[in-house]
Nanobody
Framework: QVQLVESGGGLVQAGGSLRLSCAASGRTFSTYGVGWFRQAPGKEREFVAAIYWSTGATYYAESAKGRFTISISRDNAKNTVSLQMNSLKPEDTAVYYC??????????????????WGQGTQVTVSS
């Protein structure tokens, strides 16, 4: 079982930055990949970025490359996957979710392959 809790969303002006965090716990979490997805009103959930816990390998959607950075931090028993978002645009406005999956690349970009999801955090970028 894996538990995920997101934080760090909010309102920011275009061109600004936000850092999302996903606090992860679970007995076998080290075998998972963790991804960030987002869903805007009226749109399907889309892949943003992902990272493998064991290797640190990262994957990004084209819309995120050069602007977003996914990373892992370990502090004793606390594991966190962060998404640093810079140069934000109004089209980045969405609910952002972190999720965990035992899947090999490139399947890690598919939301249907994820087993565990957080509750989501709202990101709003004003123009």
């Amino acid at each position: 079982q894996v538990q995920l809790v997101e934080s760090g969303g909010g309102l920011v002006q275009a061109g600004g930055s936000l850092r999302l965090s996903c606090a992860a716990s679970g007995r076998t979490f080290s075998t998972y990949g963790v991804g960030w997805f987002r869903q805007a009103p009226g749109k399907e959930r889309e892949f943003v970025a992902a990272i493998y816990w064991s290797t640190g390998a990262t994957y990004y959607a084209e819309s995120a490359k050069g602007r977003f950075t996914i990373s892992i931090s370990r502090d004793n028993a606390k594991n966190t996957v962060s998404l640093q978002m810079n140069s934000l645009k109004p089209e980045d406005t969405a609910v952002y979710y972190c999720a965990a999956a035992r899947v090999t690349p490139p399947l890690i970009t598919f939301s249907t392959k994820y087993d565990y999801w957080g509750q989501g955090t709202q990101v709003t970028v004003s123009s």
